[in-house]
T-cell receptor
Framework: AQTVTQSQPEMSVQEAETVTLSCTYD???????LFWYKQPPSRQMILVIR??????QNATENRFSVNFQKAAKSFSLKISDSQLGDTAMYFC??????????????FGTGTRLKVLA | GAVVSQHPSWVICKSGTSVKIECRSL??????MFWYRQFPKQSLMLMAT?????????EQGVEKDKFLINHASLTLSTLTVTSAHPEDSSFYIC??????????????FGPGTRLTVT
């Protein structure tokens, strides 16, 4: 069974600094997708960034980038120039297509990030 | 962008009653919707996958007779918590996949429904 592990329950970073959130996963699949979602206090889940496993190039979205190490099954998120609005719960998620043709998402336990002024 | 709505945003019900939560995709069609449960300060736990026009697929340990799912159209899925008990109190989140030509693998989340059973 697939599992997603986020080993950092809580982290803090000074405004304008850089922070890296770690995520590891376990799977025997070769084709899958990885995501980072942000859940602010409003609890609305927001997609931050996604990575296709077949792509070697690390995904980047403005201040957010990932370090995808497929062999190591690692998918860390780097937030540059941290802003107060980045304060939220961050979830790493794994997605694969099931044998029935639907998609299944598995979420990590989350990392609570606090950006300090 | 794709928008998913949920109604109600919060609901309080008495123990033993049933409550229905609606999940709608507002600007796209979704043959597949997902229902999650989230306890305070915890992750999202997938409860079931809702398939338009067919039975939902429940995750192991989720009682299908207690959590009734109906996906009657391409834009609406409902979750009914039957004979609710205080331990059913939680935050319920739905999501939907855009089945458009792009074949998106992204899921779009609703804002969630907070259920409190007294």
């Amino acid at each position: 069974a697939q599992t997603v592990t986020q080993s950092q329950p809580e982290m803090s970073v000074q405004e304008a600094e850089t922070v890296t959130l770690s995520c590891t996963y376990d799977t025997s699949e070769n084709n899958y997708y990885l995501f980072w979602y942000k859940q602010p206090p409003s609890r609305q889940m927001i997609l931050v960034i996604r990575q296709e496993a077949y792509k070697q190039q690390n995904a980047t979205e403005n201040r957010f980038s990932v370090n995808f190490q497929k062999a190591a099954k690692s998918f860390s998120l780097k937030i540059s120039d941290s802003q107060l609005g980045d304060t939220a719960m961050y979830f790493c998620a794994f997605m694969k297509q099931t044998t029935s043709g639907t998609y299944k998402y598995i979420f990590g336990t989350g990392t609570r990030l606090k950006v300090l002024a | 962008g794709a928008v998913v709505s949920q109604h109600p945003s919060w609901v309080i019900c008495k123990s033993g009653t049933s409550v229905k939560i609606e999940c709608r995709s507002l600007d796209f069609q979704a043959t597949t919707m997902f229902w999650y449960r989230q306890f305070p300060k915890q992750s999202l736990m997938l409860m079931a996958t809702s398939n338009e026009g067919s039975k939902a697929t429940y995750e192991q340990g989720v009682e299908k007779d207690k959590f009734l799912i109906n996906h009657a159209s391409l834009t609406l899925s409902t979750l009914t918590v039957t004979s609710a008990h205080p331990e059913d109190s939680s935050f319920y989140i739905c999501s939907a996949r855009d089945q458009g030509p792009s074949g998106s693998t992204e899921q779009y989340f609703g804002p969630g429904t907070r259920l409190t059973v007294t």
